[in-house]
Every structure is written in structure tokens, then in C-alpha cells.
């Protein structure tokens, strides 16, 4: 696992990697990233394909200016990664964001994540008709923990199953006629 728009990723291996997932269009992809910046600034130079969802990490207030990087990328899918969840996140704006995933961190050493912080946002989701996703409470055992959330999991997706396979109907269409 690493950060593809890390500043030592050269923008040419980038170019190369996105090329390659449009050629395997069969598979769905999904790019994480912190480096919200530099993925604004090439996301003008990549050949956006249907199967590539891109999205970024946000942990708290201080990095909610990565949600405005990635509102400029032309992803047919536009997630956030909101894990770990360290801090309210009372104001979020969803427009042209397509799913949000939250989980807390795992592992030793692992912070707090509030449930009500969690809450807040599964509720911004519903009022702003964007899928939530649940992963995690996290802490030293995520297994013990678990994924419950007010008596249920959530693992709302931002498409269906349908749609995923018109997409790629439509992507055998395109190598059809190239």
C-alpha cells in the first residue's frame, strides 16, 4: 500500500497506471489518496475511465480542504476516506461527492473515535443523499469492536449492481470500436 500522487510517484508512472487500469476495465478500481494537491493539479492530464473511483482521506477539520481538491477531479465516482476518524466534522459539504466511508484506526496505539462523531456524519450522508459506509470502530482489536452502528451495519455503496454493469457494458463498447 502506498500513495500514488506521493510527490517521488513521477507524474509519467502515474499517467502509466491510470493507463492500465482503463485497460482493464472489467475490474473497479479505487485510489485513495492524501495528496489531494497534486492530484488536482494532474487530474486534468489523466484519461478518466468509468472504472476508477478516486478518493481522499480525511481525519479531521484541519485536512477537510482535500474534499475541495477532489471536487475538481473528473472521476465518474468521488469518495471519501474518513478514517481514521479523529475529530468532529460538523460542517461537511457533500456536493459532487458520491460515497463516504468512515472507520477508526486499528491497531496499537490506536486513538479514539467517538461515536457520535461517526453519527454525525452517517446523518449528514442521509440529508445530503449520499451513501454511507460504516467499516469500523478500530482500537487494538477491531474484530472485538466491531462494525455496529445503532444496532445495524451500514455498507451503503454509491451504485448498484446494475449500473456497475452498464458501465463496463458500455467501456467493452468503447475497445469495441477503438
Same mark, same amino acid.
Given at each position: 500500500?502506498?500513495?500514488?500522487?506521493?510527490?517521488?510517484?513521477?507524474?509519467?508512472?502515474?499517467?502509466?497506471?491510470?493507463?492500465i487500469m482503463k485497460q482493464a476495465y472489467?475490474?473497479?478500481?479505487?485510489?485513495?489518496?492524501?495528496?489531494?494537491?497534486?492530484?488536482?493539479?494532474?487530474?486534468?492530464?489523466?484519461?478518466?475511465?468509468?472504472?476508477?473511483?478516486?478518493?481522499?482521506?480525511?481525519?479531521?477539520?484541519?485536512?477537510?480542504?482535500?474534499?475541495?481538491?477532489?471536487?475538481?477531479?473528473?472521476?465518474?465516482?468521488?469518495?471519501?476516506?474518513?478514517?481514521?476518524?479523529?475529530? /468532529?466534522? %460538523?460542517?461537511?459539504? =457533500?456536493?459532487?461527492?458520491? @460515497? $463516504? !466511508?468512515?472507520?477508526? #484506526? /486499528?491497531? %496499537?496505539?490506536?486513538? =479514539?473515535?467517538?461515536?457520535? @462523531? $461517526? !453519527?454525525?456524519?452517517? #446523518?449528514?450522508?442521509?440529508?445530503?443523499?449520499?451513501?454511507?459506509?460504516?467499516?469500523?470502530?478500530?482500537?487494538?482489536?477491531?474484530?472485538?469492536?466491531g462494525r455496529l452502528l445503532e444496532g445495524?451495519?451500514?455498507?451503503?455503496?454509491?451504485?448498484?449492481?446494475?449500473?456497475?454493469?452498464?458501465?463496463?457494458?458500455?467501456?467493452?463498447?468503447?475497445?469495441?470500436?477503438?
Open positions: 500500500m502506498s500513495d500514488l500522487f506521493h510527490e517521488q510517484v513521477p507524474d509519467a508512472f502515474i499517467f502509466r497506471i491510470f493507463d472489467w475490474h473497479q478500481f479505487q485510489i485513495l489518496t492524501k495528496r489531494s494537491t497534486r492530484l488536482k493539479k494532474l487530474s486534468s492530464k489523466i484519461d478518466w475511465s468509468q472504472n476508477v473511483w478516486i478518493g481522499v482521506s480525511v481525519e479531521n477539520e484541519a485536512t477537510e480542504f482535500r474534499i475541495d481538491d477532489l471536487r475538481w477531479v473528473p472521476a465518474s465516482i468521488k469518495f471519501l476516506s474518513l478514517e481514521p476518524l479523529l475529530g /468532529s466534522l %460538523p460542517s461537511l459539504e =457533500l456536493d459532487n461527492i458520491d @460515497w $463516504v !466511508i468512515v472507520g477508526g #484506526e /486499528s491497531g %496499537p496505539g490506536a486513538r =479514539l473515535m467517538r461515536k457520535e @462523531w $461517526v !453519527i454525525q456524519v452517517k #446523518e449528514q450522508c442521509i440529508e445530503q443523499n449520499v451513501p454511507f459506509f460504516f467499516k469500523q470502530w478500530g482500537g487494538i482489536n477491531k474484530k472485538k469492536t445495524r451495519t451500514w455498507d451503503e455503496l454509491p451504485m448498484k449492481l446494475d449500473d456497475r454493469q452498464e458501465i463496463i457494458e458500455h467501456n467493452n463498447q468503447l475497445n469495441l470500436t477503438a
